[in-house]
């Protein structure tokens, strides 16, 4: 049974404090963003796909990866694309404290040197997100509007490209993981969406640096 919504409700980023993103300003572009690298086999796919379609994107890293392949990070921050801070080991911050969820993150900040953060599994706690957007140099903290479900092994790849076709729309912030969980579904299904977005004439960009 599923557990996660393909697309955000419209209701839920209003339980939020402002400062998170769900999605950009309706413009014929779309944010494409990859979670959980880099990774080995996954990561390099993602880039030689991205530059084949002359598209950018930004890469939620975990700061433990970061630390096992250092080249590849390098890699992403070359070839032009963004990124941000995904904790150090995929922490989950409902079932963590505050100060422990900080801390984390501030770990993978020394790997990561970057103002973007999104809270893996998209659980953080309200007063976790109050946090990060006061502190004296605020995180902008990313979700997403849409889920292509890449994770999830009861798909296939077309189960995950009509999740995105289906919901995707000008401005969408839109979620695909450079993993090895991920990669049977996300290899397949990302060069449609590539392709399809091309027709539509919809520009890949990068989440901004700032707001």
């Known amino acids: 049974m599923r557990t996660y919504w393909v697309k955000t409700p419209a209701w839920l980023p209003k339980c939020f404090p402002k400062s998170l993103v769900w999605k950009m300003p309706r413009t014929p ?8 690298g880099p990774h080995p086999e996954a990561t390099p796919l993602v880039l030689d796909l991205l530059k084949k379609y002359q598209a950018k994107a930004t890469f939620f890293c ?14 992403i921050k070359d070839e032009g694309h963004t990124f941000g801070n995904h904790t150090y080991n995929h922490l989950n911050g409902w079932r963590n404290e505050n100060s422990v969820y900080l801390q984390n993150i501030l770990k993978a900040q020394r790997l990561i ?4 953060f999104r809270p893996p599994y998209g659980r953080i706690k309200l007063s976790q997100a109050r946090i990060l957007s006061k502190r004296k140099a605020p995180w902008t903290v990313y979700m997403w509007d849409v889920l292509s479900g890449d994770f999830d092994t009861t798909l296939s790849p077309s189960d995950c490209i009509n999740n995105v076709i289906e919901n995707a729309e000008q401005g969408s912030i839109i979620v695909f993981h450079d993993s090895e969980k991920a990669l049977p579904r996300m290899k397949e299904a990302l060069p449609t969406l590539l392709e399809f977005c091309q027709q539509k004439n919809w520009e890949l960009k990068p989440l901004p640096t700032q707001l």
Do not use: E, M
């Open 113 to 116: 040197p970057s103002s973007l």
């Open 29 to 36: 572009a779309v944010y494409l963003t990859f979670d959980d």
């Open 62 to 75: 975990i700061g433990k990866n970061v630390a096992l392949y250092p080249d590849l990070f390098q890699r």
